[in-house]
């Protein structure tokens, strides 16, 4: 006996009306040997005026379904056609969702909105009760100000989001100010004590690649840590793709890298597609560890050149761009540059990009308690990552670069952590030898900038106010 196989039997329509969407979900029973499926046409409740054209969709939807019942005797062989029927809807219905996907995507915004407020807003009090001042009390006010807004925005439908967004970013870049950087900071560093950077030499270190031109990609430098005895100098090429890296080879000292005598290659990972293996033009030594971006992963690793083991700490945020999603692009894009390394006075650092923050450049400090490796706090800029050709930091401050000419790149933008403010004025040139720059890395003992400049090594020395 062939059936309806009533129970199981559903139909599912998408009504859409202003903004919002209801399935209803239609039994179909079995009577008289025919299937019958009721549908309530009070649910099609449309705003006439604005959806005529969906009504009038709707209608003849549904006048289609009716007469598709009529026709339709209980047999199996009618079930492939009430599922093109179906598929016929929906796709007649798909060219309207996008009214429903908008109005959807709207309040979904806002309420994540409220979520990261409510969020923020906790986090500042817990600041200010830990240890309160002027800046927590103004920025506790502000939060709340700002949540007003918001909840005006559910009432109103005022919908200042650029507005809105751009206040949330700069009291979340404050909290973590005040909550990770030390007031007497640049005191103990007098180079620092006005952060910013003035102008930079030409170059004081000119070298090719001891791996040679064809290494296009890569990063090198000098031990970064300032407590630290080690005075390596240190290249790490990327040999697989210009995109991975095992090797990192070591110079005990300035003389023998110049002079390319007595270094020491460690093999990092037993292959280029190992979860240790070091992706994109990343690394940066730090004391007796490298730290580098590792393989097709939001990961950082921490590699210690003595016992070999590695530590990792995955990046914090929603969709934290890697394989290629967010590198540096302008002008030319470099493969795999989505996640940067960096060292300064305060520490280390490390800039990327996350869809959370549209693809703006993202600061986040690193700290290593001897035992874990931490993310401690983020910072969100205003500048696109893929619309600048490198960035490092130097005191406390994100720079950004970009292309000028094939010999010569600019530093034009600079985000200062430890004021939430930022500047794109800057005309800072620095003069290369090849188009491309894999990577940038400041050092804080010699306060030179190193350059990865396609297969030449090159340094800069920075001058502060
Ligand atoms: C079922 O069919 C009979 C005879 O064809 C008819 O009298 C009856 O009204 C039908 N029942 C329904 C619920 O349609
Ligand atoms: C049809 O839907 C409307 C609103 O969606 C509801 O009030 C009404 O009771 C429904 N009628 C039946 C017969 O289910
Ligand atoms: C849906 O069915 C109608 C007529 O029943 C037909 O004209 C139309 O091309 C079909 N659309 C799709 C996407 O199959
Ligand atoms: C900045 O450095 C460049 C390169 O050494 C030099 O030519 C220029 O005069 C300097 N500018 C200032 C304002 O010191
Ligand atoms: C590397 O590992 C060794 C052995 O576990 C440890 O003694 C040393 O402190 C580590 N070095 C660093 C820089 O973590
Ligand atoms: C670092 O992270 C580990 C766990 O991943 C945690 O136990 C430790 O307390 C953290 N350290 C700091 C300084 O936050």
Redesign the pocket.
């Known amino acids: 006996m062939s059936t309806c196989s009533a129970p199981t039997m559903f139909l599912l329509l998408l009504l859409l009306c202003a903004g919002e969407s209801q399935a209803q979900r239609i039994s179909g029973r079995l009577v008289n040997a025919s299937c019958v499926c009721p549908v309530n046409s009070s649910a099609w409740t449309f705003p006439t005026l604005r959806y005529e054209a969906v009504q009038q969709l709707a209608e003849s939807c549904e006048g289609s379904v009716k007469n598709q019942w009529d026709q339709m005797k209980v047999a199996s062989e009618h079930l492939p056609q009430m599922q093109a029927l179906l598929q016929n809807l929906t796709a007649r219905l798909e060219p309207y969702l996008y009214l429903r996907k908008r109005g959807v995507h709207t309040a979904l915004w806002l309420r994540k909105l409220g979520q990261e407020l409510e969020k923020l807003e906790g986090d500042i009090d817990r600041l200010h009760g830990q240890r309160g001042s002027s800046e927590t009390q103004a920025l506790s006010v502000e939060a709340t100000q700002l949540r007003k807004d918001v909840e005006q925005m559910y009432y109103y439908d005022h919908l200042n989001m650029k507005g809105v967004k751009h206040k949330l970013r700069y009291l979340k870049n404050r909290a973590e100010s005040c909550q990770s950087i030390p007031k007497d900071f640049r005191s103990t560093q007098p180079h620092c004590r006005k952060g910013l950077i003035t102008?930079?030499?030409?170059p004081v270190v000119t070298k090719i690649s001891p791996f040679g031109k064809s290494y296009i990609s890569g990063s090198w430098g000098r031990q970064a840590q300032q407590t630290s005895s080690r005075d390596s100098y240190w290249i790490q090429p990327l040999a697989n793709g210009n995109a991975w890296g095992i090797t990192l080879r070591l110079y005990p000292s300035y003389e023998n890298f110049m002079a390319s005598t007595n270094h020491e290659d460690i093999t990092l990972a037993s292959s280029y597609t190992d979860k240790h293996t070091i992706e994109g033009p990343s690394a940066v030594l730090f004391g007796d560890a490298l730290y580098y971006h590792c393989y097709k992963s939001a990961d950082i690793c921490r590699f210690n050149l003595s016992s070999k083991a590695v530590a990792r700490v995955t990046l914090p945020g929603d969709g934290v761009g890697i394989n290629n999603k967010f590198p540096y692009c302008y002008y030319q894009c470099r493969d795999y540059s989505d996640v940067d390394l960096g060292a300064d006075e305060m520490g280390l650092w490390v800039a990327y990009a996350t869809l959370g923050s549209h693809g703006n450049l993202v600061v986040s400090r690193l700290e290593w308690d001897g035992e874990a490796l931490n993310v401690t706090s983020t910072w969100e800029t205003r500048v696109f990552k893929k619309a600048v050709s490198n960035a490092f930091l130097a005191c406390g401050v994100l720079y950004a670069t970009r292309y000028g000419d094939d010999g010569r790149e600019e530093v034009f933008y600079a985000f200062d952590t430890s004021t939430s403010q930022d500047d794109y004025l800057l005309a800072l040139p620095l003069e290369k030898v090849a188009k491309g720059v894999a990577s940038l890395s400041y050092n804080p003992r010699d306060k030179q900038i190193y350059m990865y400049n396609d297969g030449y090594l090159l340094a800069y020395q920075a001058m502060f106010y």
Request: aromatic share 0%.
């Open positions: 102008n930079i030499s030409s």
